[in-house]
């Protein structure tokens, strides 16, 4: 992503010099393939083959700290990476929240609620495109998030099982999923202050940007 905000919540450990334009990195393999679990994990969802889903769901988050591990330690980072891992974090968030609201697992208040989130930052996105600003970093509040939510759903999926075992699902998976949501919301709202500071200041184009 282009540019630094000129809020310091969304520092980020890896500076621009860090970030190469590299695109057959191991970190966008992985992330890649994360994209292409999601059909898969759709066609799981809708036809209830909730153990695969859920294993599904294991897989993506566990290879989502993995590329990110890789990425930091063997120097990979790429802009191309910082679109590809949030777009497959939120599709994922997606899939599972329109598969379990279509199978009445969860209300549709919370896709409203999450994706009426999303909707609200990608408003921001063409006014910092003219200022030379890309999407701007996931913060660690935004990566919490995606990680309650990403451990609410197979919880959600697996409270579907008679027994103690989906009780004790339910009661966790419901607790991740409000923590989630609300730090959801918070990541959200502290990317909305840092694009209002950045549209405040004077016009000029973003470090690295065509002028």
């Known amino acids: 992503m282009s540019g630094h905000t000129p809020s310091s919540s969304y520092t980020d450990p890896v500076t621009d010099d860090d970030v190469s ?4 990195t191991v970190p966008n ?9 999601v059909p898969v994990f759709a066609v799981l969802i809708v036809g209830h083959h909730d153990i695969w ?3 599904v769901l294991a897989v993506s988050g566990a290879t989502d700290w993995l590329d990110g591990v890789i990425a930091r330690r063997f ?14 974090d939120r599709l994922f968030i997606l899939v599972t929240l329109v598969g379990l ?20 930052l990608a408003c921001y996105l063409p006014a910092l495109a003219r200022r030379g600003y890309g999407p701007l970093p996931v913060n660690f509040i935004g990566k919490a ?3 309650a939510l990403m451990y609410a759903f197979p919880l959600l999926l697996l409270a579907q099982v008679d027994g103690p075992v989906g009780t004790v699902a339910l009661v966790i998976g419901a607790a991740c999923a409000a923590w989630g949501v609300a730090l959801y919301w918070w990541a959200g709202l502290l ?12 016009s000029t184009p973003a470090p690295g940007a065509a002028a």
């Not at 393999?29 to 679990?37: E, F, H, T």
């Open 21 to 24: 334009t590299r695109v057959w």
């Open 29 to 37: 393999l992985i992330s890649l393939a994360r994209l292409l679990l």
């Open 53 to 55: 889903a859920v294993a």
């Open 75 to 88: 120097h990979q980072t790429s802009k191309l990476g910082q679109m590809l891992d949030p777009a497959a």
């Open 101 to 120: 609201a279509w199978r009445d697992v969860i209300g549709w208040w919370l896709v409203a609620l999450i994706v009426g989130r999303d909707i609200l």
């Open 145 to 147: 998030a995606t990680f």
């Open 191 to 202: 990317y909305v202050r840092g694009a209002r500071a950045i549209l405040r200041t004077p």
